[in-house]
């Protein structure tokens, strides 16, 4: 029970309370947020702020023992009272058993919802020593992850009871293939990382976006320099007019998307005016007395509305609002579908999806250095730090090394960090006025402004001989890009290439359109709209398959792509196709969870289950296009291992994977190799974290870069030319300082040289791809992942929800450098895949928050096995190619061909919401 | 930022009030997240150092639940099986951080369509004390709840307990909550059954379905069905799509309107087999 204070508290009394076992005072007001006073007066940042409203458990910490949200907690009801954060976990410097137990099971990914899920377990673990699932899964289920699929949160949780130890890393030689700990995991179980939001200077100016009310409006701005005069701490407000280039996007060419609207809104939170000031002078201010003078103009909705003749154009120059008309053309479907046994098409429909990271858009900006040698340099959360810097330089008319990105941490991804959001603006009010400025969106901005996964029809028509083998396809794909172009030519580029999955389809034709709405715009979202594409095949191969009496998984077995086979562009795969296997190696499931679901369907009545099974395939990097990667690793003279990445980690592993090529191809153990990120003074151009593609290009380049440094040390040593590439010789850096030294060893031999000099080791890879040409033909991607993945679910018939019960997902992921990460790469895709099947649906303006937009919860989730398959692509380094994206991609499909085996109903939109699949399965028995 | 009150008497915190208005604030679980990026402006009354408001407490025919006593009190309190529904709704609010903090009173003043535990005070017949100085009145929950957001609440007074007669017979109860997922889940409909029984009959039943009205409803036509039946698995099977002409649903991001009256039905028998399991 509380302890209640004497007296009351007026608005000046100080509070006292005990943070961490020690005793604070805080002068903040009392009716501030406690999580505001943890990180803004005592500079406890490990608790972190996702929403502010309770819906995702980021903010979790315990008062008197007990988890509460420390963002719905008035600082003032703290007082006299036990707060514990994540920095009073580890006690003398030694971690928790939990938190140990999460670095060991790989618990976090990005590490935004870490500190929460501590905190709650450890709530829970004070009360029940040894927890089981179920207890594990109540407790923590006031806390959101986005990256992991929670399965290996709550294995760490469960695993506490015994005491986990870290295991050691793995000798020189040894790292590839190890399942070990993340090299950048400490930070994240002790609330050390620092985010978007972390480390913003006390000084600094805040930035607060004034965001369109409207979808579509016409506005005009009234006298802003007055209100600047009226409002104390009001520095300055910024429009279009003070960007020197107002307009950004991917696209070298197409740069639409203004950073601040000038004059006409074309969606729902677009950033109109930028007030920048003293942090409290900006948020109290009133929105409703700036001078816009909004005219709201009828607006551009779906694509119906888009694609309609006559239809208002959403950007002038964009005639019936199409942002791109692609497609791929092999052999003669039309002909061939006249020879078909059988035909099955259908038409399929997502919706927007939101990425919903955890952590909000954050970052800050200053201005370096006086006249021509000043430098715009940017702190903020991205995954694609080169980019940020070519687009900053384009939109402030800089050159692009005048701009310097230092990547924070990045609190989660998934594609919606690739876009710029507060960088443009906190750069601009930064440049503009000299002084720092911070800017952090709020949950509900965030949601308004960024961007999404594209919602797509996709309609399908796949045609088979009598025998089952695939002869013709066609597939028209329609996606609603939103108000400007972002990502949209790669989601119409990519899909049409993968429309027939992962099969060999000796005809076909493919057409992938996007057109604009006045909706945010819709980008980037693991998968590039692959996910909706499978969606359609996969019902029609169960379909075809149903039609011919072939059992579905045999069906795709008999289609899928080999090594040899020619895919939609005529690229003759060469190696490392291994979706036979993976079927293969799903069947004996296949077959148990059909037995199992006989025998419990036998005896149930209103819930049946099912079984279903989702293939797929997925390019690896850039769609035709060059997509390199330099890694560079060094010694210093003084006898320190440094790589040197730009390829930013965002809680997906790399930082782990590449420093393990590195050890390898360099042979030196992976503890001593430091690691430089994502600054863009300080390491070299990798690439974007996308698209599957750091494991594969960055992680290619990181072995010749270590191979680079071991011929380099070799030579430096005077060993024999070609010496290096045997690794019976034992590379080591020893001693310290002036004394540091090159040692090779081998036979009980040992040859020792001084270190005289600092020497690096540089690596470039760009994995070799060809344009396509009018008919879609040729390599675009240089390898592919391939996956099958079967999904269990039960449907209660009288509501129409839908649980899922199992996951097996086979994944043919080249070879896994470290299969704890590869494992939670998939098993946080599958959740994401779980979440546009069952939940996800963004409505513009209806959903702008984190408990109107639902992703799953740990209750949400099911038992997901994961079988590796290693089928080794030469290209990639030690065999390995991409696992980013594949596990979200064959999930929907598979739950809804269960959902379709349980019911006899096919759902063709998604989310499979309660009333939809209510109302499909037709009036109650 | 304004005035700040956190009083630790009674008395002293409705002589405050008297001079409000000021938002009472509880757990702040709605009273933050209504304010995501917005300032906070308003004079606030804490109510949760006032001595003895957070008590659960059995008094000669009622049971007696302070204002300030929160989700996780009710569940750790020793309470009879006439409780059983709303403890199960207790762990469906939210996840265990807003039931360690919010709080049975601010979920009935917030006064949201989807509040979890109205449905289930509504079959407990729960009546709502509100104190001003010197004076004391109670009120029925169906009658303090006026629509969404609009309780019956004067702004000077402060509601001090929520009251729960006590059964005259042996009383079980159940309560059913539908979402779109687990956890953290606003409903798309709920229902809560107390039923009172003697000798395998129903004595007394009051069943109340949230989320498919503006304020969640008791069953009238039904409880009267139900009254004199047998208690027993085939109890459920008196329900009957008339029985649910009360609710007035709407479509919303969550569901249709059509969808949840279906549910609603099966919601109802499930609470009231689950009472009778």
């Known amino acids: 029970m509380n302890q209640p204070r004497e007296g009351f508290l007026g608005q000046d009394a100080a509070l006292e309370l005990s943070v961490n076992g020690g005793t604070v005072r805080v002068a903040s007001p009392p009716a501030t947020r406690l999580a505001d006073v943890l990180r803004d007066e005592l500079g406890l940042t490990g608790t972190k702020i996702g929403c502010n409203a309770g819906d995702c458990g980021a903010c979790t910490v315990l008062l008197d023992g007990r988890q509460v949200c420390s963002c719905l907690t008035a600082v003032a009801q703290a007082a006299g009272r036990n707060v514990t954060t994540v920095e009073g976990l580890a006690a003398d410097g030694r971690l928790s058993d939990l938190q140990a137990s999460f670095q060991k099971h790989g618990a976090a990914q990005c590490g935004i919802c870490t500190p929460g899920m501590l905190m709650a377990a450890a709530d829970l673990l004070a009360r029940t020593a040894a927890p089981d699932e179920a207890e594990v899964k109540d407790a923590l289920g006031g806390v959101l992850c986005r990256c992991t699929g929670y399965q290996k949160i709550i294995e760490a949780v469960l695993d506490v009871a015994s005491g986990p130890r870290p295991d050691l890393p793995p000798a020189a030689g040894a790292a590839v293939g190890a399942r070990a700990a993340k090299v950048d995991g400490i930070a994240r179980v002790t609330g050390e990382e620092r985010f978007g939001a972390d480390d913003i200077p006390d000084d600094a100016l805040w930035l607060r976006v004034i965001r369109s009310p409207h979808h579509h409006a016409s506005f005009r701005l009234g006298d802003l320099d007055a209100v600047v005069k009226r409002t104390p701490g009001l520095e300055r407000i910024l429009t279009a007019k003070d960007v020197p280039s107002n307009g950004f996007g991917i696209y070298p060419h197409i740069k639409d998307q203004p950073v601040l609207a000038d004059g006409e809104a074309r969606f729902r939170g677009e950033a109109v005016l930028a007030l920048v000031g003293k942090r409290e002078a900006i948020e109290t201010f009133d929105e409703a007395t700036l001078p816009i003078e909004y005219v709201p103009l009828p607006p551009v909705m779906g694509l119906d509305a888009a694609m309609a003749p006559g239809a208002p154009l959403v950007l002038p120059d964009r005639p019936g609002n199409l942002l791109q008309d692609g497609g791929v053309r092999k052999g003669d479907a039309a002909a061939a579908f006249a020879s078909c046994a059988a035909v099955a098409e259908g038409r399929f429909e997502t919706a927007f999806v939101e990425h919903a990271y955890i952590e909000p858009e954050a970052g800050w900006a200053r201005r370096v250095g006086k006249g021509r040698n000043a430098r715009l340099e940017i702190h903020v959360t991205t995954q694609t730090p080169y980019m940020d810097r070519d687009e900053m330089a384009v939109v402030m008319k800089l050159k692009p090394t005048q701009v310097h990105i230092v990547p924070t941490a990045c609190g989660g991804g998934f594609g919606g960090k690739l876009d710029m959001s507060v960088h443009p603006l906190v750069g601009l009010a930064a440049w503009l006025t000299g002084k720092t400025v911070a800017c952090v969106y709020t949950r509900p901005e965030s949601m308004a402004s960024t961007t999404k996964r594209h919602p797509a029809r996709v309609h399908a028509k796949f045609g088979c001989d009598a025998s089952g083998r695939l002869l013709a396809c066609e597939v028209d794909a329609e996606f609603d890009t939103g108000a400007y172009a972002s990502w949209g030519p790669t989601v119409a580029t990519r899909v049409p290439i993968h429309a027939t999955g992962p099969y060999m389809v000796p005809n076909v034709r493919t057409r992938g359109r996007g057109f604009f709405t006045h909706c945010h715009p819709a980008g980037a979202f693991r998968g590039f709209g692959v996910p909706q594409g499978a969606i359609a095949h996969e019902a029609v191969m169960d379909e075809l398959a149903d039609k011919l009496g072939i059992d579905r998984l045999e069906f795709r077995l008999r289609n899928a792509l080999k090594a040899g086979d020619a895919t939609a562009t005529g690229q003759v795969l060469e190696h490392s196709a291994g979706l036979g296997e993976c079927l293969e190696r799903l069947r004996p499931h296949w077959q148990r969870a059909q037995e199992e679901i006989a025998a419990f369907n036998a005896g149930s009545a209103n819930l049946r289950r099912g079984v279903g099974i989702g293939c797929m395939w997925y390019g690896i990097g850039n769609t035709s296009l060059s997509n390199p990667s330099t890694m560079r690793i060094g010694v210093s003279k003084s006898g320190v291992v440094t790589l040197y990445s730009g390829a930013l980690d965002i809680g997906q592993g790399s930082n782990t994977i590449l420093t393990q090529i590195a050890a390898d191809a360099a042979g030196l153990p992976m503890s001593t190799i430091r690691l430089v990120t994502g600054d863009t003074d300080l390491t070299a151009d990798a690439g974007k974290t996308s698209a599957s593609r750091q494991t594969f290009v960055s992680g290619k380049a990181t072995e010749l870069a270590a191979l680079d440094l071991r011929k380099k040390l070799f030579a430096a040593a005077n060993a024999p030319e070609g010496e290096y590439l045997d690794y019976r010789y034992k590379l080591a850096i020893e001693g310290n300082g002036k004394a540091a030294q090159i040692v090779i060893r081998r036979d009980g031999i040992t040859h020792r040289v001084p270190l005289k000099k600092d020497i690096l080791g540089e690596g470039y890879f760009d994995p070799p791809t060809s344009p396509a040409d009018a008919d879609g033909q040729g390599v675009p991607y240089a390898s592919y992942a391939f996956a099958a993945q079967i999904a269990e679910v039960e449907v209660d018939l009288e509501l129409g929800t839908t649980r899922v019960l199992r996951i097996v997902a086979a994944h043919d992921v080249g070879r896994a450098i470290n299969p704890i990460q590869v494992e939670g790469q998939i098993q946080g895709g599958t959740v994401q895949g779980l979440g546009l099947a069952l939940m996800e649906e963004y409505l513009p303006g209806r959903t702008e928050n984190l408990h109107d937009y639902l992703i799953p919860t740990i209750g949400d989730v099911p038992h997901m096995e994961c079988i590796l398959v290693e089928d080794p692509e030469p290209l990639g380094p030690y065999g390995a190619k991409g696992v980013g994206e594949p596990g979200l991609i064959p999930t929907a499909p598979a739950i809804l061909g269960a959902i379709e085996n349980a019911t006899g109903v096919r759902m063709r939109q998604v989310p499979v919401l309660p009333h939809r699949l209510r109302a499909a399965l037709g009036a109650p028995a | ?277």
């Open chain 2, 1 to 277: 930022m304004s005035e700040y009150l956190r009083p630790t008497q009674f008395e002293e915190a409705l002589r405050l009030l008297a001079r409000g208005p000021y938002a009472i604030l509880a757990g702040g679980t709605d009273h933050y997240a209504s304010r995501v990026g917005k300032p906070l402006t308003e004079p606030i009354l804490d109510v949760t150092a006032i001595r003895g408001l957070r008590e659960i407490a059995e008094r000669a025919d009622h049971w007696r639940i302070g204002a300030a006593a929160t989700w996780t009190d009710l569940l750790e309190a020793s309470l009879p099986p006439q409780f059983d529904g709303l403890r199960l709704a207790a762990r469906e609010i939210g996840g265990v951080q807003i039931q360690n903090s919010g709080t049975l009173a601010g979920n009935i003043c917030n006064a949201s369509p989807a509040a979890d535990g109205v449905p289930a005070l509504l079959a407990l017949d729960a009546g709502v004390e509100l104190s001003r100085t010197g004076h004391v009145r109670v009120v029925p929950l169906a009658q303090f709840i006026l629509g969404p957001r609009k309780t019956q609440r004067c702004s000077d007074e402060l509601v001090s307990a929520i009251l729960v007669p006590k059964s005259e017979f042996e009383a079980r109860s159940h309560f059913v909550k539908l979402g779109a997922r687990k956890y953290l889940v606003i409903s798309i409909a709920m229902a809560s059954a107390v039923i009172e029984h003697s000798a395998g009959v129903v004595f007394k039943a009051r069943v109340a379905v949230g989320a498919c009205s503006p304020v969640a409803v008791r069953l009238a036509a039904l409880e009267d069905a139900l009254r004199g039946r047998p208690m027993n698995a085939r109890l459920p099977e008196l329900v009957h799509a008339e029985h649910l002409a009360p609710l007035l649903p709407i479509d919303d991001v969550r569901a249709s309107a059509g969808y949840r009256t279906g549910a609603a039905l099966t919601l109802v028998k499930r609470a009231i087999a689950g009472a009778c399991a």
